[in-house]
């Protein structure tokens, strides 16, 4: 853990086929670090193990890694794309799907790129939750379309997305956790269907169902 925090001035970084786990934090706040390929013998990747790695521009992650922690790329801020490659290992527990990572269920939205610079994101149907950090910081994105299925957003899902403007919520959610639109400085609509079970929109601001919590004020 902490291997070569803030190292600022690496720029390369060659990792051993047959390393297995990167621990907490290896690689968080190296600045310089452009490109990553793991290794196919990786099979953990640390909580913040790149977090705040700012010029890092693509990753490339084996079918081998069955573990990837809480912040692992976030705040990555020119991060573009995650590539899964196909490995001999089995089973797969990630997917990666127009540079976005999932679980391999398809189920979970794990890291969607900082760096990413499509105004609008339709996210997949079968997306049952939408992961911690998962979509924090991005500067382009302006909508988002939450599918129908999902049923929870995670701590500070979105959180600093500072173009976000309007948001869909599907009738299925019924958990938003704490800070999900934090500093969503932008956000003028939640788009919300009168029947929803759990959620109401009260002059374009998001308030749970029975009126006794402000979740986000637009």
Known sequence: EDAFLECFNITTI???????????????????????LLPESIISVGAEAFKHCDWLNH???????????????SWCRNLETINCFKTANTPKHYKSNDGI???????????????KVDGSF?????????????????LWLNRII???GLLTIEDSAFAECIELRSVTIPDTL?????????YCRSI?????????????????????KDQTALICYA
Do not use: W
């Open 59 to 73: 990753v490339d992650i084996p079918d081998s890694i069955e573990y990837i922690g809480e912040n692992a790329f």
């Open 146 to 148: 939450l599918p129908e």
């Open 122 to 138: 339709e996210i997949p149907r079968g997306v049952k939750h939408i992961g911690p950090f998962s979509i924090v910081g991005n």
């Open 188 to 208: 003028i609509d939640f788009k919300i269907s009168d029947n929803h079970k759990y959620f109401k929109n009260i002059e374009d601001s998001l308030y749970t």
């Open 174 to 182: 019924k958990v938003i956790h704490k800070d999900a639109f934090f």
């Open 14 to 36: 060659v990792l051993p086929q047959g390393l297995k786990n990167i621990g907490n934090r290896a690689f968080k706040g190296c600045g310089g670090i452009e490109e990553i």
């Open 101 to 115: 990572l999932y679980t391999n269920d398809g189920k979970t939205l794990v890291c969607y790129p900082m760096g």
